[in-house]
């Protein structure tokens, strides 16, 4: 039964090489709704994750705490085997103690974790957002170098370079991202979150704004990046062909915890859960 | 230029008795006595011209200093912070721009402290419409899409670069319009200056009224000089409002 | 330094002004609530040579300061007495704002309601009367309440034409006491005394219509 599959990294066993992504029984509320009910979640190295189930049912708000948009009411997030959410107490929150290995465990008190601490965590993750949230401002060219050069702080030069080899701007590179179309300002999106060169790509629903004409050129783009990369990516998606293709592993979702999950093929053609067999059907 | 100090309404008796009491009635509406007076005068209205400039657009540079110190306190994280800048605010806005000028020019001094006449102006004009401007700060700033902000988190953006390289540039166009009105209404209020000794657009063109007797005529051109200095100033604000726009790509009229 | 018997004798001949300031505070709203629906309603439907006239002349009034309109009509009109002047120009003069009010509130009733009342062939009147001013006047009573709290500021522009308001008392009784920082810091508590709880009481208003 696909019920309950092999997934390449059970919750309890963090093996040699620690989790990617752990979350620890993390509980999210908002006000009395509870978004997510103590999930137990971990992403191995180089892993692609996508997340489906119906809406409301917890998915982005998965990939909104990992990005540290929005604080765990309960429960602790790991990265790379280190707190994440959290921080050890005491003076050594600001004292930086970056390399020690070993989740935050029995012996050091956890806290949650101060903005400073969030903003050195997060720096190795990245996001493409369903609404692309382009910075209007700025030509294409100065979205894809603004944070290369004032958070890595890389030359201007050598930023532009960087963005050209991630994206074949041509004449594009002086516009205004609204005069391009939804497809590619998803591009330019997606260029930008790379130009930062993540361990972590979260992807949020990011072809539902698109027409239907533009989704293909966007997906192509992606599974583009999942071949050339060993990004590990959380993915929340309709798109079940795209899911098919890139995923390694597929959540179900719903009602804040995991129904069930399992390799997109086990999953997607044959799932063990009546809820997971009628929200399919409802994608058609 | 001793002559000014007989105008001034205020320093003693009832308010504008001195300044108007004469020729109440007298209105030879454009004789050719009050064109060749006017001519006359041209330099001296230009000086109170200048006056007038001068007063509103450093009143509106230290609103503008005040308005984003206010106004980005109200946004703090800190709640003593917004409380204390939402009072600061309240009493400004609360007090009356005539009582506060008054109250620089005529009570300070009893206090040991005598500022300019024309800097009281600028400071009462400057803290008043500051107040006025924190609010349009604040709420240009929250009236950024959240999602803005989100993105520049996901790039790893402090607070700081957030704001200034994120946030206040699109915060920016919301701005221009309310800060227009805002200056109109300060240009409106200068005239106070007249009250306070300063020989501004009004004092000089009631200088010239009182000697001449035109008194519809004198008004009349001092109307249209302070309604072609705010068609001018409309005009800048409209033009900056134009390029702010084209630089987050709203030129097509588009949201 | 602060005297507080002057404060004292000061303090009553303040509040007599506060009278006058309201009462002109009052009839000056009321002036402009009624003039600036008639401009706004001439710069709607009234035909484009009554129409763009009266719109020159509303921006004319708009854009130039009003203690010189106050000067000018006192002048120009005699045998009315100062605080008929007063109400009257101050009133008229915010009746050019809240003519943009108004404007605004009209157009800001979604255009769907309209169609929806031609799809119904409701009367003309009754289209007015029943859908349109009701959604506008939610969207323009926010607006309304702060521009009385504005004009309430603004009535000391009163006392340049000795109209004998707050400002005009507390201004003779520092000259002739010379109690200047007394009256004026009176004066000054009263106007936020009174405008505070207003504009915190019309900001509620807002929240509540927002809903």
Redesign the interface.
Known sequence: MPTEPTAPAAPDAPGPVPDKVRFDGVTKRFGDHTVLDGLDLAVAPGERVTLIGPSGSGKTTILRLLMTLERVTGGVIHVDGEPFSHMPSGPSGRGGRGGRGGPGGPGGKLVPADERHLARRRRHIGMVFQQFNLFPHMSVLANLTEAPVHVLGLGKEEAAERARELLALADKADAHPTRLSGGQQQRVAIARALAMRPDVLLLDEVTSALDPELVAEVLDVLRDVAATTDLTMLCVTHEMGFARDISDRVLMFDGGRVLESGPPGALLDDPGHERTRSFLRSLH | MNDLLPALPLSSGPPASGFLSSDLLSSDFLSSDFLSETVRALPSIAGGLLVTLEATLLGAALALVVAFALGLAALSRRMLVRGASRAVVEFLRGTSLYVQLFWLFFALPMLGFRLEPLACGVLAFGLNYGAYGAEVVRGSIAAVPAAQTEAAIALGMGPGLRLRRVVLPQAYALMIPPFKNLLIQLLKATPLLSLVTVADLTFRIDQLRSATGGTAAAYLLLLLLYFGVAVLLSAGMNALERSAKARLGQEGGGA | ?WDMEAARAALPVVLSGFGVTLLATVLGFAVAVVAGLAVALVQRSAPRWIALPVRGLAA?VR???????L??V???V?GLNALTIGVLVLGLHYATYLSEVYRAGIDAVPKGQWEACAALSLPRRRVWRAVILPQAVRNVLPSLGNYAVSLF??T??L????V?EM??E???F??THFA??ES??L???V??LA??PT?LLVRRLEARLAH
């Open positions: 330094m004319f854009s130039t300061p009003v203690m010189v309109q000067f000018a006192w002048i120009l005699p500021k603004e000391p522009f006392s340049v034409i000795t004998n400002v005009h507390a201004n003779s520092g000259s200047y920082l004026f810091t004066a000054a508590v106007f936020l405008s505070w504009s």
